[in-house]
């Protein structure tokens, strides 16, 4: 671990070097990020858990660079070409991109055309004419000639050398590197259709005459113009100037002559009506040409790819957090609904602890319509278990499945039920994965479905734990990105919210378990092994008993396991058992209890934390400890709460431009959000629709899970779109009046809508763009969570997908 590199970290950190240090050696110790964020505070100098991820991926980042660096360093050595000065090139080199360049001309490649040429003796050619333009190209290379060498005449010795100068200009770091950052800066990318292609790739409609600046470009459309071109629909091109102005009309183009001509004025060279000039000019146009304009091609694809991928990566992301640190409705019986037409209503009710206690399949819907039989099914089952909440999935037939729920209620007012919508995103897959079949072995895979919207529904972070999170599919463009990027993104999301709300170990599950800080997947399975042995723990000491679990795996789980009702009422906080003597000191200053202690702000308020910091904790920990003993196991997720659908507004037929409905976000993208208002339809507020002011990121506005009040702009019954405002108080821009497609070749038609590979965000012309890839398992969306993928199948923007 070079000192470089945390300095670079804490820099980028704006943070003291001091802490990025403690910060290392804590996570080379082996230490999560949970673990330092709550318990290491004083080591870090508060380093908050998203400090700590960036850091984490930046010396993640920064290590394999030294890595690499060092192997360059090796190659470039072996070859006998590694000089004083080439080094200190390499060791300022600040980035993966940097250090290839420099490498490029040392790297090993297949015999080129310049290898050639220089072994048979052109390079001193070449070096002449670079050097004095004044000389005759063709005359000079007449001394060149030699048939037994390969060089037949003048033209083969001018073009070996040539050969031999295009690979320098290309082999050049600081002039690739400047050519890159121009054309970054003042490209396009272009999208065309292949011919014949026009009707099967009606989806990517939107990219048929496309182009966009590099630095315009959003993740989700440069996302759907790769997958286009791989479903081979569409051919991109990365040209060097923006083809259009901002008013959609072509600008005059400064065309590649101005790339030319940095690379001509790097060697040298101008035309100045010397003898040599126009074949140096020349030269220079083949170099840009076949091989620094392909580099910079290959370059800036794989430069807005990754740009992307980690928007998008950064977008579900974001949308998981929320999805999982949504609000629970408790520990109460619940009865679960997976709607369905020809196979039934799956119906799984659970107790308030989740455990299943009852199964049927009812049978409401076409073809049967057995709607009374059906509620008298659920009658019985909800007064003989007591259930309180009827959780309803949001796939096919969920809102005939809602309205029966309804009419449940309406019937039996004297059950006092509650029915909710919520997400079938992953159901399916849990259902089929090996953990159901170990956790529910005795019922058939298409109820397992029933018990989890139950359970989801009471506990969606315990429940949805023991999903694959990239199955949930809260993302865009999900399976288009790097699986080891998106994987580790959200491992760490899941990590972080189940630490922050903590577990209680007598009841939680393997998968969940494995997500608390220091325990993987066999130390969980222990756990819940000697749980089952044993009987639930008393107190977290018993922790130690379990097999495998040592001292480091204690010192990192125990804070954020919790035991309700133990032996010792701290071992339900979040206080870890290392502090429990700061919290001795605080009882014998109050003289009381730590029973009657807990809970007494007024008495915990008065006290000072600074008479109990000691030379292993500080003012941040104590502090900690008393706001703890405040509120002991306090949940940070927000309170329940539902979205009440407008009565008589079930379906798209049904709405009207300058209706007021209330409704759920089930997503949020980069151009705006979908909300639920009750037809089985997402609807789309775009991000112009949001505020009176600017909105830079819906996300600063709204997220799923939230209750809103959105007016309809307009509905597309024939087209299945929606479009909302969240600005009640006046009519939002129409989607023509957000800049709709101007004349001209490709412009954008709407710079900050959304898309998914064809169509538009809302309704009308500014909608948001279909070509979302399907999602693996079962969709819907929810009173607090689904899938783009599912939102935009409810919002008629997946057609053909």
Same mark, same amino acid.
């Given at each position: ?17 001091r ?13 999560t ?9 004083e ?18 980042y ?15 050595e ?16 600040? *980035? ?23 072994e ?6 070449a ?27 003048a ?11 295009v690979?320098?200009? %290309? ?10 950052e #121009?054309?970054?800066?003042?490209? %396009? ?17 939107d990219?048929?005459d ?6 315009r ?5 440069? =996302? ?9 629909? =569409? ?17 005059p ?7 030319e001509?940095?690379?001509a004025e ?22 840009w ?12 694809r794989?430069? =807005? ?10 977008v ?37 602890t ?19 039989e ?5 009658a ?19 809102r ?25 995103a992953g ?5 089929a994965s090996?953990? %159901? ?7 058939d ?8 919207i ?52 007598n ?23 000697h749980?089952?042995a ?7 000491r ?8 040592g001292?480091k795996?204690?010192?990192?789980c ?6 309700p ?26 003289g ?13 308020? $008065? ?5 109990f910091?000691d ?14 003993l ?7 997720r927000p ?6 659908f ?6 798209l ?16 993208a980069?151009?705006?959000?979908f ?16 505020s ?12 799923p899970?939230?209750i ?16 909302l *405002?969240l ?10 009046q ?6 001209g ?5 709407d ?12 309704g009308?012309?500014? $909608? %948001?763009?279909?070509g ?5 398992? #079962? ?5 607090g969570?689904t ?15």
């Open positions: 671990m070079t000192t470089s590199i945390q300095q670079k970290i804490a820099e980028e950190l704006g943070v003291r070097e802490q990025v240090k403690a910060a290392v050696e804590l996570l080379d110790g082996g230490a990020v949970p673990f330092i964020a709550r318990y290491r505070k080591a870090t100098g508060l380093l908050d858990d998203a400090q700590l991820r960036t850091l984490e991926e930046r010396l993640r920064l290590r394999e660079l030294e890595e690499r660096r060092t192997a360059v360093l090796e190659s470039i072996a070859q006998g070409k590694l000089d004083e000065a080439l080094r200190e090139r390499i060791m300022a080199a600040d *980035s993966k991109a940097r250090l290839e360049d420099i490498y490029l001309p040392f790297k090993p490649k297949r015999r080129t055309r310049a290898q050639i040429a220089r048979a003796g052109l390079e001193p050619l070096d002449r004419l670079l050097t004095d333009p004044g000389l005759e190209p063709h005359v000079v290379a007449e001394a060149f000639v030699d048939p037994d060498g390969g060089v037949a005449d033209a083969a010795a001018l073009d070996g050398a040539r050969a031999i100068l690979e320098r200009f %290309a082999e050049d770091a600081d002039l690739i590197g400047t050519l890159r #121009r054309m970054w800066s003042r490209g %396009a990318l272009v999208s065309r259709v292949r011919e014949g292609k026009e009707e099967a790739g009606a989806k990517f409609a990219y048929f496309f182009a966009e600046p590099f630095t470009l959003p993740s989700h459309r440069v =996302l759907a113009m790769f997958r286009g071109e791989k479903e081979e629909v =569409l051919d991109l091109s990365l040209e060097p100037d923006t083809p259009t102005g901002d008013d959609g009309a072509p600008e183009r400064s065309g590649p002559g101005d790339y001509l940095l690379v790097r060697f040298g060279i101008a035309d100045r009506g010397r003898p040599g000039d126009r074949w140096l000019m020349e030269t220079v146009r083949w170099a040409r076949t091989r620094l304009l392909v580099h910079l091609g290959i370059d800036l794989l430069r =807005l790819r990754q740009a992307a991928e980690d928007d998008a990566v950064r579900f992301a974001t949308n998981l957090r929320d999805l999982l640190l949504a609000a629970p409705a408790g520990s109460r019986p619940t009865m679960g609904l997976d709607p369905g037409f020809r196979t039934g209503v799956k119906v799984a009710v659970v107790d308030a989740g455990k299943v206690v009852a199964t049927e399949t009812i049978y409401p819907h076409e073809p049967r319509r057995r709607w009374d059906s509620i008298d099914v659920l019985r089952l909800a007064r003989q278990h007591r259930v309180e909440l009827v959780a309803i999935g949001n796939g096919t037939a969920s005939e499945t809602d309205r029966l729920a309804g009419d449940l209620i309406g019937r039996h007012p004297d059950l006092n039920l509650t029915k909710v919508v919520v997400s079938e159901a399916s897959v849990y259902s090996a953990y %159901a079949s170990r956790e529910l072995p005795e019922l895979v298409s109820l397992r479905g029933a018990v989890s139950a359970r989801r529904l009471q506990d969606p972070l315990a429940e949805l734990v023991k999903i694959d999170p990239k199955s949930i599919g809260v993302g865009q463009y999900q399976h288009d990105v790097s699986e080891a990027k998106l994987s580790r993104s959200l491992d760490a999301v899941v990590e972080d919210c189940v630490n922050a709300v903590g577990v209680d170990v009841t939680a599950s393997a998968p969940l378990l494995r997500r608390v800080s220091g325990i993987g997947e066999g130390l969980a399975e222990n756990i819940v092994a749980r089952d044993h009987g639930p723990f008393r107190t977290r018993a922790l130690k008993d379990v097999a495998r679990l001292p795996a204690f010192e990192q125990a804070g954020f396991l919790r035991i009702g133990g032996d010792d009422p701290l071992d339900a906080s979040s206080v870890h058992p290392e502090a429990y003597p700061v919290v001795r000191r605080i009882l014998k200053a109050t009381g209890e730590l029973k009657s202690l807990i809970g007494q702000g007024s008495v915990l308020r $008065s006290l000072r934390p600074t008479d910091v030379e292993t904790f500080g003012l941040p920990t104590v502090t900690d400890i008393l706001r703890e405040e509120k002991p196991g306090r949940d940070p309170a329940f709460r539902t979205a009440t407008t009565e008589g507004v079930d379906k037929e049904d709405l009207a431009a300058g209706m007021v409905l209330e409704g759920v976000v089930t997503n949020v980069a151009f705006g959000a909300v639920d208002v009750g037809v089985h339809q997402d609807g789309l507020v775009h991000v112009s629709a949001m009176k002011s600017f909105v830079k990121d819906p996300r600063d506005v709204v997220k899970g939230d809103v009040r959105v007016r309809v702009l307009d509905v597309d019954v024939p087209r299945g779109r929606i479009s *405002s600005r009640l108080d006046e009519d939002a821009p129409k989607p023509e957000r800049g709709g497609a101007p004349a070749r490709g412009r954008e038609r710079r900050d809508r959304g898309d998914r590979g064809g169509g538009r965000s809302g009308g012309r500014g $909608s %948001a763009r279909r979302q890839p399907r999602q693996q398992g #079962r969709s819907g969306g929810f009173t969570d899938a783009l993928a599912d939102a935009l199948r409810r919002a008629g923007l997946d057609k053909g997908l």
